[in-house]
């Protein structure tokens, strides 16, 4: 079992930066993927970028050129730092990983078994 626990998060104008912080435990040897996923009121949640075990990215167009995943294996930690803020990534965002041998690390709800509580990021304008 594989546990996540989110921190950073908070409020910033737009043009600004924050930075997510994921700590993972458990039976992290078993972990495939991981990633960062977000859902804003109303709205289905969506991945925003997920790692491979090799530190191969990938992300959502919509924060591509902004937003930087990293992963640090040996202190099971993930990072996701977030620059040139937009009202639009107001949302919950979440950690996530998978031990599922058949996931392909793609930004999938439904490929990921293991989920953070959310942190909420609130950028205004």
């Known amino acids: 079992q594989v546990r996540l626990v989110e921190s950073g998060g908070g409020s910033v104008q737009a043009g600004g930066s924050l930075r997510l912080s994921c700590q993972a435990s458990?039976?992290?040897?078993?972990?495939?993927?991981t990633g960062w996923f977000r859902q804003a009121p109303g709205k289905e949640r969506e991945g925003v970028a997920t790692?491979?075990?090799?530190?191969?990215?990938s992300y959502a167009d919509s924060v591509k050129g902004r937003f930087t995943i990293s992963q640090d294996n040996a202190k099971n930690t993930l990072t996701l730092q977030m620059n040139s803020l937009k009202p639009e990534d107001t949302a919950i965002y979440y950690c996530?990983?998978?031990?599922?041998?058949?996931?392909?690390?793609?930004?999938?709800?439904?490929?990921?078994?293991?989920w953070g509580q959310g942190t909420q990021v609130t950028v205004s304008s």
């Open positions: 996530a990983a998978t031990t599922w041998w058949w996931s392909g690390c793609a930004r999938n709800v439904h490929d990921y078994n293991a």
């Open positions: 790692i491979d075990r090799n530190g191969s990215p």
């Open positions: 458990g039976d992290t040897y078993s972990i495939k993927c």
